[in-house]
Every structure is written in C-alpha cells, then in structure tokens.
C-alpha cells in the first residue's frame, strides 16, 4: 500500500528558502515517478515538480530556477527545495504518486511565505 507523508511546511518571509519533505512507502523511488503540487486557497491544484524513476526532473514555469526535486532512494525520501520564495508560492504542497491511474496523495504541508 503507498503511503505518502509531507513535512516541513512553514512561515518564511517573501526571498527565503525552505525544504518540504515526502516519506514514501509502498513503492521504490528509483522505478516511479513522483510529484509536488500546490494548492493555494481559492485555486486549482497545480503541479509544480515532477521526479521520475530515472532522475529526470520537470518544473512548473513558475518555480523553475527556484525550486529543485530531488530524492534520496535510501531513505525512500522526496524533497522540494524552494529558494527565493514569494508570498505566491503560499499554498498547502501535497506529495503524489501515480499508479494504474490511480492517484495517491499524503495529507499535505501548508507553505506560508510573508511579503
């Protein structure tokens, strides 16, 4: 069964950097894509990074060159790096995995960034 739990969330001031972590479950990274989305109020979930199962890596036009996935395959760990954060980036970010078109999301870590 895949279980995803989000971390790390917080109140940052608009320009600063923080790192949002997925404990994964259920799955091996190292052969399955994962994602981050974001959710702010009043909006659609959008996704913002992509990881796959060989490395390559996909941004949002919004957060390239400021925001970087990564994963550590030993510890079945994702990661969402954010630098330069703006008070747009305020939004609850849910980690995901697809599988059989089924989608598995983790309950969600709220993002706060003060201008």
């Known amino acids: 069964q895949v279980q995803l739990v989000e971390s790390g969330g917080g109140l940052v001031q608009a320009g600063g950097s923080l790192r949002v972590t997925c404990a994964v479950s259920?799955?091996?990274?190292?052969?399955?894509?994962m994602r981050w989305y974001r959710q702010a109020p009043g909006k659609q979930r959008e996704l913002v990074a992509t990881?796959?199962?060989?490395?390559?890596?996909n941004y949002a036009d919004s957060v390239k060159g400021r925001f970087t996935i990564s994963r550590d395959n030993a510890k079945n760990t994702v990661y969402l790096q954010m630098n330069s954060l703006k008070p747009e980036d305020t939004a609850v970010y849910y980690c995901?995995?697809?599988?059989?078109?089924?989608?598995?999301w983790g309950q969600g870590t709220q993002v706060t960034v003060a201008s």
């Open positions: 259920g799955i091996s990274l190292s052969r399955n894509d």
């Open positions: 990881i796959t199962g060989s490395g390559t890596t």
């Open positions: 995901n995995h697809r599988r059989f078109a089924r989608d598995y």
